[in-house]
């Protein structure tokens, strides 16, 4: 267990709708990342935050947002689902200064 | 762009067995690379980080090695066990502030009693 929790573990959604998933760093850790994994594929990187600002992101749409909060909780918003979103969504979190990053067991999102 | 990959993509082998899975990256300018299980609709777990000036980590029956002049990394599993079948990816990253992870496709592995 890495101390990295998401919620929720499953959610179905109909295209063209809107999600937020949740994730809550692990204690210390300032920084958060979010990636993308579809079925057989390896992770893809949407975005970082580091102190509540974004300062790196993928090739991935505006339609996917993001949100830190003073605590490092984090929100991941994605509008207009398409159905290629349905994917395991991952949150990684690290401490500053260091780069061995915690991922949580996942938010598994399908679009119908 | 950094590209990984691992092959081969699935693997089987008779419980017992020392086995070596290989990660190959095209951009050697890689601060460090990490080795991660995941089972079956689960998260990663991070098995071993290895920094860009190390050339090896080890913890329990699992040793990785990096070369970043030829762009690989193998993990080795010695005396493998039903327990190990997961999948294995590998991930790189760079130096700064965005120290963002480019994963491979990952190596499933199936230790048969």
């Known amino acids: 267990e890495t101390g990295v929790t998401q919620s929720p573990t499953h959610l179905i959604k109909t295209r063209g709708q809107q999600v937020t998933l949740r994730c809550s760093s692990q204690?210390?850790?300032?920084?958060v990342s979010w990636y993308q994994q579809a079925l057989g594929q390896g992770p893809q990187f949407i975005f970082q935050?580091?102190?509540?600002?974004?300062?790196g992101r993928g090739n991935f749409p505006p339609r996917f947002s993001g949100l830190q909060f003073p605590n490092y909780s984090s929100e991941l918003n994605v509008n207009a689902l398409e159905l290629d979103d349905s994917a395991l969504y991952l949150c990684?979190?690290?401490?500053?200064?260091?780069?061995?990053?915690?991922f949580g067991p996942g938010t598994r999102l399908t679009v119908t | 762009k950094q590209e990984v990959t691992q092959i081969p993509a699935a693997l089987s082998v008779p419980e017992g067995e020392n086995l070596v899975l290989n990660c190959s990256f095209t951009?050697?300018?890689?601060?460090?690379l990490q080795w991660f299980r995941q089972d079956p609709g689960k998260g990663l777990t991070s098995l071993l980080l290895?920094?860009?000036?190390?050339r090896e980590q080890t913890s329990g029956r699992l040793n990785a090695s990096l070369d970043k002049s030829s762009g690989r990394s193998t993990l080795y599993i010695a005396a493998s066990q039903p327990g190990d079948s997961a999948t294995y990816l590998c991930?790189?990253?760079?130096?700064?502030?965005?120290?963002?992870?480019?994963f491979g496709k990952g190596i499933t592995l199936s230790v048969r009693p």
């Open positions: 990684a979190s690290r401490r500053g200064g260091s780069y061995e990053q915690y």
């Open positions: 204690s210390g850790h300032n920084t």
């Open positions: 935050y580091y102190r509540e600002e974004e300062n």
């Open positions: 951009d050697s300018a890689i601060y460090n």
């Open positions: 290895i920094q860009s000036s190390q």
């Open positions: 991930a790189v990253s760079g130096a700064g502030a965005n120290s963002k992870l480019t």
